[in-house]
T-cell receptor, first 120, second 114 residues
Framework: AQKVTQAQTEISVVEKEDVTLDCVYE???????LFWYKQPPSGELVFLIR??????QNEISGRYSWNFQKSTSSFNFTITASQVVDSAVYFC?????????????????FGQGTILTVHP | EPEVTQTPSHQVTQMGQEVILRCVPI?????FYWYRQILGQKVEFLVS????????KSEIFDDQFSVERPDGSNFTLKIRSTKLEDSAMYFC????????????FGPGTRLTVL
């Protein structure tokens, strides 16, 4: 069974600080996908990134960066120079790929989420 | 940009009543999903739907739940006899096809059972 653990329940930082959100996952699949979603106070789920298990290259997008380490089953997310608008709940999620054999339809397994509060 | 829509945004119902939550997935998508998020908790998978039938469901998705795609555009989740513990945010999602790995989520329907 798949499992995602986000050990940090809540993080509080002051604006302009860097912050890293941890994500550790468990899966028996050799091919899988990892995701980060942001849930602002308005409640919708905003897609941030998808990473394939066979691509361990780290990614940077503006102030966001992701560190994928297969050896430790971790997919951590760093926000550089945090801003008040970054305040939200952040979810890490894991998915096995849907396959033509019909044994998988790509459901997402989410972690518990990390509440990030950025103070001015 | 195409998006998943859900109606209503908030539904209040009495315990024991039936509710239908509606979703309009992105038009050319083939895979559809429902997820639930109890307040303050993680998002949980309920059911996936492909080729006009349920393809996978979780333990949460018991006989009180059903899904349907009554026409070419809508995808509905029905709860037959709501319980207090069904109060949650319900998210619909759709995916284009096998080779496309991103699920596009709707804005959610907040269900409150009194």
């Amino acid at each position: 069974a798949q499992k995602v653990t986000q050990a940090q329940t809540e993080i509080s930082v002051v604006e302009k600080e860097d912050v890293t959100l941890d994500c550790v996952y468990e899966t028996r699949d050799t091919t899988y996908y990892l995701f980060w979603y942001k849930q602002p106070p308005s409640g919708e789920l905003v897609f941030l990134i998808r990473r394939n298990s066979f691509d361990e290259q780290n990614e940077i997008s503006g102030r966001y960066s992701w560190n994928f380490q297969k050896s430790t089953s971790s997919f951590n997310f760093t926000i550089t120079a945090s801003q008040v608008v970054d305040s939200a709940v952040y979810f890490c999620a894991l998915s096995e790929p849907p396959n033509a054999g019909g044994t998988s339809y790509g459901k997402l397994t989410f972690g518990q989420g990390t509440i990030l509060t950025v103070h001015p | 940009e195409p998006e998943v829509t859900q109606t209503p945004s908030h539904q209040v119902t009495q315990m024991g009543q039936e509710v239908i939550l509606r979703c309009v997935p992105i038009s050319n998508h083939l895979y559809f999903y429902w997820y639930r998020q109890i307040l303050g908790q993680k998002v949980e998978f309920l059911v996936s739907f492909y080729n006009n039938e349920i393809s996978e469901k979780s333990e949460i998705f018991d006989d009180q739940f059903s899904v349907e795609r009554p026409d070419g555009s809508n995808f509905t989740l029905k709860i037959r006899s709501t319980k207090l513990e069904d109060s949650a945010m319900y998210f619909c999602a759709s995916r284009l096809g096998l080779a496309y790995n991103e699920q596009f989520f709707g804005p959610g329907t907040r269900l409150t059972v009194l």
